[in-house]
């Protein structure tokens, strides 16, 4: 006994491939790095951290090219 086959409703396009992403899909991880970049950048909220003073003045620098 054989199988059906199953057709496709719409034939291929020309080998194009539409890949189409949800608004979320890209929302979210941006949402994610401008959340942890924002953390990074004001370091007074970090009262437990005690971090190396070459990173902390990177920071002020890319803090500071980034305002002006």
Not at 29 to 42: E, K, R, S, Y
Not at 56 to 68: P, Y
């Amino acid at each position: 006994m054989s199988a059906p086959t199953h057709t496709r409703p719409h034939p291929a396009t020309g080998g194009r491939v539409d890949i189409r992403l949800p608004w979320w899909a890209l929302a979210l991880p941006l949402l994610a790095f401008v959340t942890l970049l924002l953390l990074i950048m004001n370091p007074s909220d970090a009262h437990a951290a005690t971090g190396d003073p070459a990173i902390s003045h990177l920071m002020e620098r890319v803090q500071r090219l980034m305002a002006g």
